[in-house]
């Protein structure tokens, strides 16, 4: 099946500081990438939605200047967060998709801890 | 707004069944996902429902009833690997996944 990375798996920041995540599928060009974040025993939350060359759409609540999220590529998108804080501790995971919904692949997510 | 709920947790023993109930309110409704994810992991695709009924796959099946926002995953002839999170994910509109919290579903020899 089709392969997205993401990078790093996990990350150690000190508070005040950003940290960017990166993204890509590797064998196939995604027309939409997600961003997703998941706090301990809740569901994945959508954060935000990037198509390539365009402004991401971001979900309500989400602020898109703490989170920025430039796409590329047809095979990268990162999420930055910036001025990171200690609530912003979570697991954030991306997905790519080409064409159909049901063709949509996860990356393996990142565990980000600020301090 | 979105609820979709599904049991935190599922105990089975191996080559035994077990069945994992999703309910879902959410507008906009145009299917329903279920992953598997293994700790660390990304989450996999195990099937999609749009329409009522069953669907089968090898030792894997899905049930969805749109009237009555249920859905359920049968795991048959359990394995000590299908061990994993199992996410239901409720499709809005063309491309909104919106996730319930997961059932972790440990399987004991």
């Known amino acids: 099946g089709a392969v997205v990375s993401q990078h790093p798996s996990w990350v150690i920041c000190k508070s005040g500081t950003s940290v960017k995540i990166e993204c890509r599928s590797l064998?196939?060009?995604?027309?939409?990438m997600f961003w997703y974040r998941q706090f301990p025993k809740q569901s994945l939350m959508l954060m935000a939605t990037?198509?390539?060359?365009?402004?991401?759409?971001?979900e309500q609540g989400v602020e898109k200047d703490k989170f920025l999220i430039n796409h590329a590529s047809l095979t990268l998108s990162t999420l930055t967060v910036t001025s990171a804080h200690p609530e912003d501790s979570s697991f954030y995971i991306c997905?790519?998709?080409?064409?159909?919904?049901?063709?949509?692949?996860f990356g393996q997510g990142t565990r980000l801890t600020v301090v | 707004g979105q609820n979709i709920d599904q049991p935190t947790e599922m105990t089975a023993t191996e080559g035994a069944i077990v069945q994992i109930n999703c309910t879902y309110q959410t507008s906009g409704f145009n299917g329903l996902f279920w992953y598997q994810q293994h700790a660390g992991e990304a989450p996999t695709f195990l099937s999609y429902n749009v329409l009522d009924g069953l669907e089968e796959k090898g030792r894997f099946s899905s049930f969805l009833s749109r009237s009555k926002g249920y859905s359920y995953l049968l795991l048959k002839e359990l394995q000590m690997k299908d061990s994993a999170s199992y996410l239901c994910a409720v499709l809005q509109g063309d491309y909104k996944l919106s996730f319930g919290a997961g059932t972790t579903v440990t399987v004991r020899a």
């Open positions: 997905s790519a998709q080409v064409g159909e919904v049901t063709e949509a692949f």
């Open positions: 990037s198509n390539e060359g365009s402004k991401a759409t971001y």
């Open positions: 064998d196939f060009q995604a027309t939409t």
